[in-house]
């Protein structure tokens, strides 16, 4: 199969403005596909296709599809690059079509942007199934031509890592366990040889003194595992590294404060923090990137048992501090709380944590960007520049004081797992408690509960687990280390 990209006329006429690889193959095949085009009805619209058979002996099916304005670029109102965007949507719909039709390999107009194509078609065909005994068809996407190769496959690796973060999160609970996670993440860096992986157990957690993180972890079967990943891409071992830390809930029951069983079965991708992390780094070393990179990743499950926090408990982190749990389905906070605390052992150039952390985030939002909560404008405009380009957006929230108050004003303790106002500003307080574990001058958490999964608002994304904002840290990452250059 093919899927080749055409623009919007910006004429009445309605003649299609085919991309180069359009134009080239429409004169491999004598004008054939302009006139077929045109004898189709109306001009394409942006991510709507034509599908066409016999054109060429090489080609049995030729998807056209729809790319929209030919000179779209950076968005200042959408806050992304829509050419971008619209070519991975274009390529995404038409490699799907190509699956429909169980062909088994395409080829795929790069449309002047090899690597955001390349990132339509792998994003596009993922789907998990790994448990089901009907499979769609395998379809396998390369570049059309050979000019932009390079391009290309640095997007099949931006993809591939998003699509690993997918896989991930959108796994059951009783495949993806503390320790499955772990395995299944140092199996994936077992090939390079700058990446050491560290599964720590419990007894480590323990004389770590990560007494929040453990509260958790004490409520499940499950025994926790504290994943610690060092990749040393840059010139210098001794350089220093840019810190991830995610949030490994692998299930989230909610804990004694139970979660209402609607829709509880999402909860086995309440490590999205954790799997983004992680496949940033995975990608990272796929990539090369020249820069050293540290994760963190807290694993374990929130479960109700007699072991497990009651409202009213208090637990006590690693720096010292006295947390007052008054609801157990805060619990992200306490393994970020702990695992914070350890990253300030690397002589951080930046801590960036990434978690599935409130509810409040996912009402403020929605799923159009991640919240990032930061104390450090350089590593803001860093991230927000990146996700212009990945059209995986963030948004900035605020981190006042009249955040901090409501979770410092504790009867019993030094700062409490909730805001005094209960639901008010529930992702702003989330995010002043975590700053009570963070010395570091570059910090960023970002909220990614609203991106957690996709239904249809993501065209190039298949329903179910969105593996977001995967790109947007690798690509954070990759401007990183060219700052270092520099």
């Known amino acids: 199969g093919l899927v080749l990209g055409v623009y919007s006329s910006e004429k009445d006429d309605g003649a299609a403005q085919f991309t180069s690889a359009g134009d080239a193959f429409d004169r491999l095949v004598s004008g054939k596909l302009r006139a077929l085009l045109s004898l189709c009805g109306p001009p394409l619209k942006k991510g709507k296709t034509r599908i066409f058979h016999g054109l060429h002996q090489d080609f049995p099916s030729v998807v056209v599809v729809g790319l929209g304005k030919k000179n779209a670029g950076i968005n200042e109102q959408e806050n992304w690059n829509e050419g ?133 972890a004490k409520g499940s079967a499950e025994p926790p595992i504290f994943l610690e990943i060092h990749y040393s891409g840059g010139a210098n071992t001794n350089d220093s590294p840019l810190v991830f830390v995610g949030k490994g809930v692998t299930f989230d029951s909610g804990g004694i404060s139970l979660k209402p069983s609607s829709g509880m079965d999402a909860m086995r991708a309440d490590m999205g923090g954790a799997a983004t992390v992680c496949s940033a780094i995975v990608t990272a070393a796929a990539l090369n990137l020249p820069l050293n990179i540290i994760g963190l990743a807290p694993l374990c499950e929130n479960m109700p048992s007699g072991k497990a926090n009651k409202p009213g408990d208090v637990v006590r982190a690693k720096n010292g501090k006295t947390i007052q749990v008054d609801n157990t389905d805060a619990e992200g906070r306490l393994l970020l709380a702990d695992a914070l605390c350890y990253a300030h052992n690397f002589n951080a150039r930046a801590i960036v944590n990434a978690a599935t952390l409130t509810g409040a985030m996912d009402v403020a939002l929605g799923s159009a960007a991640t919240g990032v909560f930061t104390n450090s404008s350089w590593l803001w405009t860093h991230l927000y520049e990146a996700s212009i380009l990945t059209g995986d957006r963030v948004w900035r929230m605020p981190l006042f004081e009249h955040y901090t108050k409501q979770v410092t004003d504790c009867p019993l303790a030094d700062v409490s797992n909730i805001g005094k106002y209960s639901r008010a500003g529930g992702a702003c307080t989330a995010a002043a408690f975590l700053k009570e574990f963070v010395t570091a001058s570059h910090w960023a958490h970002l909220d990614i509960a609203g991106v957690m999964s996709n239904k249809d608002e993501v065209p190039y994304l298949r329903k179910g687990m969105a593996g977001r904002p995967t790109r947007t840290l690798v690509e954070f990452a990759a401007r990183l280390s060219q700052d270092s250059r520099n």
């Open 84 to 216: 971008k965007e619209n070519i991975r949507t274009a390529v995404a719909v038409g490699c799907r079509q190509i699956q429909d039709l169980e062909i088994p390999c395409v080829e795929v107009d790069p449309c002047g942007d090899a690597q955001a194509a390349a990132e339509g078609a792998v994003l596009g065909l993922h789907e998990y199934n790994e448990l089901k005994q009907k499979k769609k068809p395998v379809v396998t996407p390369q570049l059309h031509g050979s000019a932009e190769s390079e391009a290309w496959q640095k997007g099949v690796i931006y993809a591939e890592g998003q699509n690993l973060a997918r896989y991930l999160m959108e796994a059951p609970a009783n495949y993806i366990t503390p320790i499955k996670f772990a395995e299944h993440v140092e199996q994936k860096l077992r090939s390079f040889s700058n990446v050491k992986v560290h599964i720590r157990p419990e007894s480590w957690i323990t004389t770590q003194e990560m007494g929040a993180f453990l509260s958790v």
